[in-house]
């Protein structure tokens, strides 16, 4: 049987562009994996790695103009939203070049003998070292920051590991365009084009994360697919790390106070959020609990007011606008449901953005109203009307994970009058990420960003965005009473490298005590 075609597809028209590529046989992903695997030792050297994913950067910013233009006739993101997301891409490869170079990732303990101690310590010196080659899907919705050279891939180079990423397909071309670019990049310093596979093809993408030499996974996507993925990591005769983005709410609460201060603003910044990049933002406010009375009344009018205005819009392809306007009309056809602006098809090719609204008390307990509950990818949202905080509470308490949950607070509240405090308290269980009068579309790239949360959010308690996103790719290794002459420079007492560590119990920073 031939191999299935994968074609390069027009969401504004469902059109096919170009055939890019073939699917790959179980052959190809086994070669594509072994090449990986081969690629290791060319990665050892933290220099070379760091040189590597600066090059990696500036080798795309100076293809901006191609791979924007393709990504673009994939997508229907437009020129300007897709050159923020290839600045911020590049931004990421650098950033995480400097945390090569810096070296704290690594993690090194130095701990010498100690007869004294109960039980005595031997020599040990503990520091962290990579998985081995990951695989790496693609999202949807981010063909830069969340692909082919995204936050995953980018982390795990930095951490030394090999990468074979299953390329959605969605944006086929692109991909292949990113990969041979970082391809360039690697050649410029000695390493190998295997340190970099692409595949195509769902069964492709099972083949890889069976397979033997791959030693972890990373994952932006349904919850369906991840979950099947993620199972398929533990039943493998040697489970794997499977970080897994799989889907969230991201409810937002306001306070009644908070609407009645600047129900106006809350209203268009909420009506912002939700619609942009037509909805496709995993980070989208999905859910928001508005109080009953004027306040929250003037906060809906404001709502409806700012999403009339806003434009219809193209989605990734042509099955999700479908999913979406079944979705939609699915969920007001149910009862006490309203839609102030009606979303759905916008045109054959197009969706238009609207939200729902239900009393909050449909939704404090089991029943018709649940699939409320669950994220509805496009540019809608649901606005539930609670009577009291005990409402809001109990819909709260049938949350599952999320990435993020925001409150919006009145300004003595934000000041620490009020429950500002316990809605923080309440929020802090649901989600990765808690915001305070902001919106949480919008992922900073910076060392203190978690972009993870509870299942099904993710699949582990890690980020994948920010500087700790490297930790998935690595595992601690402690050696005891292992001769320096045989240490990697790394655990050497005399620092060669000038690592942050800490020694005998001290904080150090290369060869200062802190």
């Not at 010196?125 to 063909?143: D, E, I, T, W």
């Not at 910044?269 to 989208?284: D, E, N, P, R």
């Not at 928001?288 to 392809?317: E, H, I, M, N, R």
């Not at 949350?399 to 308290?425: F, H």
Request: proline fraction near 7%.
């Amino acid at each position: 049987m031939a191999a299935a075609p994968v074609w390069s597809v027009d969401p504004r028209t469902g059109k096919q562009r170009e055939q890019v590529a073939v699917e790959a046989t179980a052959q190809e992903v086994d070669a594509a994996v072994r090449a990986a695997h081969a690629a290791r030792a060319a990665l050892a050297d933290r220099a070379v790695r760091a040189a590597f994913l600066r090059t990696a950067a500036d080798e795309l910013e100076a293809a901006k103009e191609g791979l924007v233009e393709v990504a673009d006739a994939e997508t229907a993101l437009g020129p300007v939203r897709l050159g923020g997301e290839l600045a911020r891409t590049c931004y990421q490869l650098r950033a995480f070049a400097k945390i090569v170079d810096e070296g704290e990732y690594l993690g090194v303990v130095i701990d010498h003998p100690d007869d004294t101690a109960t039980p005595p310590i031997p020599d040990l010196r503990r520091y962290k070292v990579p998985l081995g080659v990951v695989a790496v899907y693609s999202a949807s919705n981010f063909p830069f920051a969340f692909s082919v050279a995204g936050g995953d891939t980018a982390s795990a180079l930095a951490a030394g590991c090999p990468v074979v990423v299953k390329a959605h397909p969605d944006h086929p071309a692109l991909s292949e365009l990113v990969a041979a670019v970082l391809r360039r990049a690697a050649a410029a310093h000695g390493i190998p084009d295997g340190v970099l596979g692409l595949v195509h093809g769902f069964e492709a993408g099972v083949e890889l994360i069976e397979h033997p030499l791959v030693s972890a996974a990373g994952f932006t996507g349904s919850i369906r697919g991840g979950r099947a993925l993620f199972d398929a990591a533990a039943a493998r005769p040697v489970p794997i790390p499977f970080h897994g983005e799989l889907g969230s709410l991201n409810p937002v609460v306001v306070t009644e106070a908070a609407a009645a201060e600047r129900a106006e603003a809350i209203g268009t910044g909420l009506a912002g959020s939700m619609t942009l990049g037509v909805g496709q933002f995993c980070v989208k406010p999905g859910l928001v609990l508005v109080p009953s009375g004027a306040a929250g009344d003037g906060l809906v009018k404001s709502l409806t007011d700012a999403v009339s205005a806003t434009d219809a819009g193209v989605l990734l392809d042509h099955r999700m606008r479908d999913n979406f306007v079944a979705g939609v009309a699915e969920r007001a056809a149910l009862p006490d449901v309203e839609a102030p602006v009606t979303p759905g098809a916008g045109g054959e090719h197009s969706v238009s953005p609207g939200f729902l609204t239900v009393p909050a008390a449909k939704l404090a307990a089991e029943g018709e109203h649940d699939l409320l509950l669950e994220e509805c990818f496009g540019p809608v949202t649901v606005v539930a009307r609670y009577q009291d905080e005990t409402e809001a509470k109990a819909v709260l308490s049938r949350l599952p994970g999320n990435l993020t949950a925001t409150v919006q607070l009145s300004e003595a509240e934000a000041a620490g009058e009020g429950r500002g405090t316990e809605i923080l308290a309440e929020l802090t269980p649901l989600a990765g990420r808690v915001l305070v009068n902001g919106w949480p579309t919008g992922v900073a790239v910076a060392p203190a960003q978690h972009h993870g949360g509870p299942y099904p959010a993710t699949t582990s308690t890690s980020t994948s965005v920010g500087g700790t996103a490297i930790e998935r790719w690595l595992r601690p290794v402690a050696y005891q009473n292992a001769p320096e002459a045989l240490l990697p420079p790394e655990l050497r007492d005399d620092n060669p490298l000038g690592l942050p560590r800490r020694f005998n119990g001290r904080l150090e920073r290369g060869d200062q005590a802190v």
